[in-house]
């Protein structure tokens, strides 16, 4: 349909596309100078985020927009958006390498997702990478022979007999792990290896463009002074640094991983027993129903076996899943007897227990709806 339109809308609108264009020259000229910049910490060894300088650059910028009659979130959200696409940007200038004596960093599982991204950011990063897969345990003494360190990225239920089965490291060869449970696999590695050891978990999925502002936790294993560059340089990628012992890691993983994991699994499970049109509930959606829809729908594009690992191998999995089921029996129980003075009573007393972080929560979840609303497609 050809929209209706006048000639002072016309001339208006010329006008707006003039804007556009040099809006766009401008932009074109700050993604120069990201690169410049990016060269130069490349060059230095800088992480490419930079938490203190994006701060203030932001304050700085809210306050000339609103002194310009400029939303200051309009301006926060869009510069936001633009260096966010910085971060991807310098990654493909590459890293400067931490640690240039290093023997060749060994990949078991590199073929795999978190795996290739890790071997990817070595690789980018000047260190010679060599890939250890299940094909390959023919070959495994030669290919750690003189391993400057080893990085165990396997499934979950593999991990422990895959670590058994290395061959004797260097003395000196860090071994390290991604896995999402810290406890078993750091155990395994320490009795496996004398040398210096490491438990990390990236609480990102392999499909991060970049690792500016995501969270890698670690559990210190022995030897830290052997393994300082290698935290260094998870910096530099962008990454922030989380540390807990494993016995606090997998207790807290139980209720922000496993936890949620299981109930996305069992929403999911019960929209289809109900036979739910995604369509049409589609249609009804406002963002944050849209939002929860995609948070439980994102589950099932990916690994089953990933999540299955994760919910199974917490010990404390099957304890916890109960105590959820006794609380939604009790909130049923005050449906079942229609008392909304009951409902009242817990909401206030979850909201008191939430605090300021119910008030946080709503800002940030109003402008990840926003964005949301921006980025829908039908
Ligand atoms: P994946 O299935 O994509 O990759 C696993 C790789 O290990 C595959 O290439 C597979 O061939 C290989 N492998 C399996 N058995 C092996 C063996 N015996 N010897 C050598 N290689 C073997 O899995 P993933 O998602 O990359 O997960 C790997 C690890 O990373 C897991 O411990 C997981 O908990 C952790 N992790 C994954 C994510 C994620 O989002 N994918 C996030 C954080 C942590």
Known sequence: MVEPTSVALDALRQQIDESDKALLEILRRRQQLVAQVGTIKHQEGLPIYAPAREASM???????AEAMGLSPQLIEDLLRRIMRESYISEKEI???RVNPDLGPVVIVGGGGKLGGLFAQLFQLSGYPVRLLE??????AEAL???AGMVLVSVPIDVTEAVIAKL????ADCLLVDLTSIKQAPLAAMLKAHAGPVLGLHPMFGADVASLAKQVVVVCEGRMPEQY???LEQITIWGARLHHASAVEHDQAMQLVQAMRHFTAFVYGMHLKREHADIEQLLQFSSPIYRLELAMVGRLFAQDANLYA???FSQPDTLARARHYLDRYQQALALLEQGDKAGFNRIFANVAHWFGDFAEQFQHESANMLMMANDSRSV
Do not use: T, Y
């Open 134 to 139: 299940q094909g390959d345990w023919d070959n």
């Open 58 to 64: 932001l304050a700085k910028r809210r306050s000339e």
């Open 309 to 311: 690992d994760i919910i």
């Open 228 to 230: 300082q560059w290698l």
């Open 167 to 170: 061959p004797p490291l260097p």
């Open 144 to 146: 750690v022979a003189d």
């Open 94 to 96: 590459g890293f400067k």
